[in-house]
């Protein structure tokens, strides 16, 4: 039974990932980021990892694709204006041959019989969060109030215009 | 091998060829998103397998680093385009004299 929505699921994410690089229109493409970043989502339910689904259907799905949403409106787009996508060879090739390279490191890695960890217990996570991950925490608390800094400062009105 | 890394190496070079292979700013950016997402999905296939949290702790952080990126790089495309009027990248030629 959970291989058999393992198999349908993963083969959601490929098509949502293709119809994201393939729609002409990037309104499409953002459409189809959000139901890949779900369909990924059950995926981390299938691996037990429930808060990370939380999270990433939260975050990514609620916060980070509101803003490309958003930037998608401020840009005036013009159906007949919009570009034919043409399928690179070269970089068909360099795609290729990056997932043949990471086919080779992924089969070369050792592997587990069964999966040891019972649950993502949120608790558990929390413990590590905060005890032996306490520095990373607040540096990444650091680098996320930079970050808002500097997209208000990117796009505030110079005085001299 | 398990099939998720094979899933998320698939998405990741799916990733790789939407950069390659688009030439909107945008989705460029979201090219990018979908590798940091598959990246994601090895680490807690990874962690799950080895059977401790640390994989979930690094895409806790991951899943932050991707929200600045978008941030900040959906902040630089907006000037872009109003300095430009266009999100194609083939246009951005202001160095080629």
Known sequence: MEHIL???????????ALSVILNKNPVYS???LVGFLFVQAILF???????????????????IMVLFV?????????????????????????????ASYLFYIFSKTPTFSHPVLKTGDISEIGELLFSKYVLPFEVISLLLLVAMV???????????? | MNEYFILASILFALGVTGVLMRRN?????????????????????????????????????????????????????????????????????????
């Open chain 1, 6 to 16: 393992f198999y349908v699921i993963s083969g959601l994410a490929i098509i949502s």
């Open chain 1, 30 to 32: 953002a459409l189809s």
């Open chain 1, 45 to 63: 339910v299938l691996l037990k990892a429930y808060f990370i689904a939380i999270v990433q259907v939260l975050v990514y799905t609620g916060a």
């Open chain 1, 70 to 98: 958003y930037v998608v409106m401020v840009m005036k787009l013009n159906e007949e204006l919009l570009p034919r996508i043409r399928l690179r060879p070269f970089s068909l090739f360099l795609a290729g041959l990056f």
């Open chain 1, 150 to 161: 500097g997209a208000v400062v990117l796009n505030r009105k110079s005085k001299h215009e």
């Open chain 2, 25 to 97: 700013l945008l989705v460029i950016l979201m090219s990018v998103e979908i590798m940091l997402a598959s990246s994601n999905l090895a680490l807690i296939a990874a962690s799950s397998h080895v059977g401790n949290l640390h994989g979930h702790i690094f895409v806790l952080f991951n899943i932050a680093v991707a929200a600045a990126e978008a941030a900040v790089g959906l902040a630089l495309i907006v000037i872009i385009y109003k300095n430009k009027k266009t999100e194609n990248v083939d246009q951005f030629t202001s160095l080629h004299g």
